[in-house]
């Protein structure tokens, strides 16, 4: 049955419209509400789009009332879970905004090691509540990156190749599908639903809760970024590269090019000046990982060692103010193989030739237990890769470096071309072209999402997302690739 919808919103008039879905009990605003722009606003400051309607849900039932109500009325559905994506695609114009950022609830079994996280919380909330028992499961390098389209997305971070990816570690969810149903999928139930969702980003449904498995991690860890001139970056790099070849699955690097950041961790001088950093993370015993990063610290003379035994809680967020909410970004990204020394030489070349000192390179090393899982085990893609690389374009409100750094991350990006292996899907930005969505996943992953989501989503209800079409759709997404 269709349920109410007031003739104002039928109209398009937002301004002065009184909303209502029957028995929605969170928070329904437009533009007429007075947090209207605060509500729509994402993380990338380059997004400015304006939905008719933003639901911001309390609950799983909230979700399928708002699915269902969007289905009635033949809305655009965007979801957003942090809010998080580069893309910005966790809004939409002119149609609903199915908003969990009100759901951030996190709940920890430490006896069997599970944690239940509600679909919009982010991974601060999770290592808050899961650090106590000392122990984590992989997250993001970022406090303020939500949960929801990290995991659906694959998930990496420092954790990754001792623990695996983010969806390694996930159990089971609670998802509403395109025709309003509140599912639980898992290796038992909907294996197929539950497969693609392990990787097939938010194409099938919205997901309003996560089970993980987590790991003894810290809560102290030996932990740390070491700095490098960038005139040393390819001696850097070429040392890096056999260092972390058969370095020990605990031990999870990042290397970041660019101007060091003005963090408080960083002395003043070094501000600003263009280094080669390696962010380090190992995930054991402190003592072993004093050994095992002995000879990557001793390399040379770094400008600046800041490894140390350190909470696991704080090193998670210690990057949080150099990619601040509000900012713009444009990203591109690939993954790469291990780095010869003609992609050492490409890398170098273009890597510091940003115009905003606040651009920068972000390349993580993968392999270990990411490599382990057999190649559509889940719908993580291009599981052999060495490395996942971002060219991230950032300029605040005001600058001018967007349109310089914008060509800057796609000359990068070119000169890449014939090292590419593939792509993170959650590192795509929001103009791609659609085989890059493919690219993602490799032929066979895709092909095998295509049928999923043609069975749980055949009108695409779910295409503000990097899309995968449903088989036999004729009808092309119509939003989510622009801004
Ligand atoms: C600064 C920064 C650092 C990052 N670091 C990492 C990192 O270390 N590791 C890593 O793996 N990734 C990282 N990412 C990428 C990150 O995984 C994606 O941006 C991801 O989409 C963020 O999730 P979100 O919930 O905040 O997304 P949102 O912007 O809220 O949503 C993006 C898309 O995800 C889907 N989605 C979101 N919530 C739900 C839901 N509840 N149910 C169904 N679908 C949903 C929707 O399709 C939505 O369009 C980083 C991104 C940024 C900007």
């Known amino acids: 049955m269709m349920t109410p919808m007031t003739t104002e919103v039928d109209r398009?008039?937002?301004?002065?419209?009184?909303?209502?879905?029957?028995?929605?009990?969170?928070?329904l605003i437009n533009a007429g509400h007075a947090d209207y722009d605060i509500a729509r606003a994402v993380w990338n400051g380059a997004i400015d789009r304006r939905p008719r309607l933003?639901?911001?849900?309390?609950?799983a039932a909230d979700a399928v009332k708002a699915v269902r109500f969007a289905r009635d009325h033949n809305l655009e559905i965007a979801i957003r879970g942090g809010g998080h994506n580069v893309a910005g695609t966790a809004v939409c114009d002119d149609g609903i905004v199915?908003?969990?950022?009100?759901?951030?609830?996190?709940?920890?079994?430490?006896?069997?090691?599970?944690?239940?996280?509600?679909g919009g919380a982010l991974w601060g909330d999770v290592d808050h509540e899961t650090q106590p028992y000392g122990l984590a499961t992989t997250g993001g390098i970022v406090s303020h990156t939500g949960v929801a389209g990290l995991t659906l997305g694959g998930g990496v971070g420092w954790l990754m190749r001792k623990h695996g990816l983010t969806v390694?570690?996930?159990l089971a969810v609670e998802?509403?599908?395109?025709?309003?149903?509140?599912l639980r999928a898992s290796e038992r139930e909907h294996p197929d639903l539950f497969w693609a969702l392990r990787g097939?980003?938010?194409?099938?449904?919205?997901?309003?809760?996560?089970?993980?498995?987590?790991?003894?991690?810290?809560?102290?860890?030996?932990?740390g970024p070491i700095l490098w001139d960038a005139t040393d970056a390819g001696e850097v790099l070429r040392f890096y590269r056999d260092f972390v070849r058969d370095a020990r699955v605990e031990l999870g690097t990042v290397v970041r090019f660019g101007a060091a950041p003005p963090l408080p961790v960083i002395p003043a001088n070094l501000h600003?000046?263009?280094?080669?950093?390696v962010?380090?993370?190992y995930a054991g015993p402190v003592e072993d990982g004093e050994q095992v990063l002995r000879p990557l610290r001793a390399f040379r003379t770094p400008l600046l060692d800041l490894v140390g035994p350190t909470p696991y809680v704080g090193f998670q967020s210690a990057l949080d103010s150099t990619v601040a909410h509000g900012w713009n970004y444009y990203w591109k990204s690939t993954h790469l193989p291990e780095l010869r020394d003609d992609l050492i030489d490409v890398i170098v070349e273009h890597a510091f030739s940003s115009s905003s000192p606040r651009s920068y390179a972000a390349m993580f090393h993968l392999k270990g237990a990411v490599g382990r899982v057999s190649e559509g085990a889940t719908a993580f893609g291009n599981r052999q890769a060495s490395h996942a690389i971002t060219l991230d374009a950032v300029w605040r409100p005001g600058e001018d470096f967007g349109d310089r750094d914008t060509a800057w991350t796609r000359r990068f990006f070119a000169a890449l071309g014939r090292f590419r292996e593939g792509v993170y899907v959650n590192f795509l930005g929001g103009d791609e072209d659609p085989a890059r969505v493919r690219e993602a996943y490799g032929d066979a992953v895709y092909d095998r999402l295509v049928d999923v989501k043609t069975t749980y989503d055949p009108d695409n209800a779910f295409h503000h997302n990097q899309n995968i079409r449903p088989g036999g759709l004729l009808r092309l997404p119509t939003a989510g690739r622009r801004h």
């Open 175 to 182: 998802v509403v599908t395109a025709d309003g149903e509140l």
């Open 200 to 223: 097939g980003g938010g194409n099938f449904g919205v997901v309003t809760s996560f089970e993980f498995r987590l790991h003894s991690v810290g809560p102290i860890v030996l932990a």
């Open 279 to 281: 962010g380090t993370c």
């Open 98 to 118: 199915i908003d969990l950022s009100a759901m951030r609830g996190v709940r920890v079994d430490p006896a069997n090691r599970r944690a239940w996280v509600q």
């Open 168 to 170: 390694d570690n996930l």
């Open 12 to 27: 398009g008039n937002m301004k002065s419209a009184v909303v209502e879905i029957d028995g929605f009990r969170g928070e």
């Open 54 to 59: 933003i639901a911001r849900c309390i609950g």
């Open 272 to 277: 600003w000046r263009p280094v080669i950093m």
